[in-house]
């Protein structure tokens, strides 16, 4: 039985923000444990009536009234008969008091202690409120309405079951979840004609992650690299902060060119299904020189197979793995494209050799990712919500694309890639000739938003025409409005260069070449 009641707080000292995408019970249950945290409120301290604290945050006196009951569960208050509640007097530990230092303080001068300032790498960026853009052509996101969170939340609840958690609460010593290897051994990898036994698959977190893991460790020799221009910035980036050289090789209309890879190549990093950014396919029979020449000059690849499921025009072309007979193909893959990006869950299919110390160097940096969320995916893979999700985004996607094709007909943006098999983005350039960014910078004000070209260029041109229209994330029936608003600012920006169609027509059909 508590103590009289000794002192109380105010409902003006917690506070709720509309803005917050978080449920108003859980802001003001998160409120409440601050303040008593930070306040060091003694047990026995009256908290707001229910009324009081409803009235002052303008929120009903129901959700007050859940959130007390549940923190009296969770050991922070006590009901009083009656009386309302007060601090409990079994509260976690309070925060300790800030320590005073006395003495001479000499703080770090970071900007030396860390000379590669990885913030300025090229990378592709996205502002924080792009959802929140009316037209989002952002590539490699999601339209939350095309998937099924009733599944997701079942196969939630299953892994978190008495059963599952027991198995996955405890250390996997770098091991992955068995259902979602199985799953990705006898369902995704046999879709690209790879056969792997269980020794050869890795989980990642994401595909970047695998590859960084491959990187690190070829790099324990001196090796050479290459990459495609324009290609992804962050195999680039990631092979730079190895200082490991590296070259950028070329391409046309069917994907890489075989003999632009130097012969002292090591290792080439490439994305043969939907090239990064222009979506392009490499042919088979590039594909096939590909790997021929790699046999000849002893080097290998790292296949990015990233898009590989939005294939709706044709299937997909087979991947390089399923050609591969030297085992010189690293195949890296992910569901961050066909389920969404924040899930974070990738594979590594390669020789067992390699996968071995592969999962060893993983053990080291993060032990393995968590197991609990590898079996909630493998679940939702296993009970077939994936297959019914894939048919939902692929028609979606189909439709997305026809539409955006057909409201660029009539502009002045011309498509310079696309993925054969379907894909989620368009490559496109402008033909006055103007920078990306600069036109960008101007849509954001009317809620527009897509990739500029100068991101995916080693050295890009000055300016850089060039621009990525993703169609994942974006409302159907807003794509024409989005493209006639990229059409009327590129006219209105066009007019203050001087009208750079009719004044500089030869230096832009060079550029398009």
Not at 123 to 136: A, D, V
Request: charged share 25%; proline share 6%.
């Amino acid at each position: 039985m508590p103590k009289k009641p000794q002192g109380k707080l105010v409902p003006e000292m917690f506070h709720i923000d509309r803005r917050d995408p978080r449920s108003l019970q859980m802001q003001l249950t998160s409120s409440i444990i601050s303040v008593l945290l930070d306040t060091r409120a003694e047990p026995c301290t009256k908290m707001p009536s229910t009324r009081k604290m409803a009235e002052t945050l303008d929120i009903s006196r129901l959700t007050v009234t859940i959130v007390y009951n549940e923190l009296v569960s969770q050991g922070y208050l006590d009901p009083l008969p009656r009386s309302g509640f007060v601090v409990s007097e079994k509260i976690p530990h309070r925060r300790i008091d800030t320590i005073k230092i006395d003495r001479d303080v000499h703080p770090v001068d970071w900007a030396e202690a860390l000379p590669n300032d990885l913030t300025k790498r090229r990378q592709i960026e996205k502002p924080r409120n792009w959802r929140h853009m009316k037209y989002p052509f952002i590539y490699g996101q999601i339209d939350p309405k095309l998937f099924d969170h009733n599944a997701w939340r079942d196969c939630a609840r299953r892994a978190l079951g008495a059963r599952d958690f027991a198995e996955l609460a405890g250390d996997q010593f770098g091991q992955d979840d068995p259902v979602l290897i199985d799953y990705i051994r006898k369902n995704t990898l046999p879709r690209r004609g790879i056969r792997a036994a269980e020794d050869e698959v890795l989980i990642t977190l994401g595909g970047q992650n695998a590859i960084w893991l491959c990187i690190a460790l070829l790099s324990q020799r001196p090796i050479k690299a290459a990459t495609e221009d324009p290609g992804f910035p962050d195999f680039s980036a990631a092979l730079r902060q190895f200082n490991i050289p590296t070259s950028f090789t070329s391409g046309d209309e069917h994907g890489l060119l075989p003999e632009s890879v130097p012969s002292d190549t090591d290792i080439i990093f490439t994305t043969p299904s939907h090239s990064i950014p222009s979506g392009i396919t490499m042919s088979r029979d590039r594909r096939e020189a590909l790997l021929r020449k790699a046999d000849k000059d002893n080097f290998l690849i790292l296949e990015d197979d990233h898009e590989y499921e939005m294939s709706f025009l044709e299937k997909p072309s087979p991947s390089l793995k399923s050609m591969d007979a030297s085992g010189r193909v690293i195949y890296v893959g992910s569901f961050s494209k066909s389920l969404f990006p924040g899930l974070r869950i990738g594979y590594m299919v390669a020789h067992r050799d390699f996968i071995r110390q592969a999962r060893a160097l993983r053990a080291m940096i993060l032990r393995h990712p968590p197991v609990h969320m590898q079996r909630v995916t493998g679940y939702f893979l296993a009970l077939g919500h994936y297959e019914a999700h894939i048919v939902r985004v692929r028609s979606a996607l189909k439709e997305r694309r026809e539409i955006l094709v057909d409201a660029l007909k009539n502009t002045d943006f011309t498509i310079k890639g696309a993925a054969r098999h379907g894909g989620s983005s368009l490559w496109v350039q402008n033909e006055f000739g103007i920078d990306s960014k600069e036109l960008l910078d101007r849509l954001v004000e009317r809620s527009v938003y897509a990739e500029p070209g100068h991101w995916f260029f080693e050295k890009p041109t000055s300016p850089c025409s060039f621009m990525r229209l993703g169609y994942s994330s974006i409302r159907p029936e807003l794509i024409r409005e989005g493209v006639q608003i990229l059409q009327e600012e590129l006219v209105a920006l066009n007019k203050t260069h001087g009208n750079r169609k009719a004044m500089n027509i030869g230096a832009w059909r060079r550029q398009l070449s």
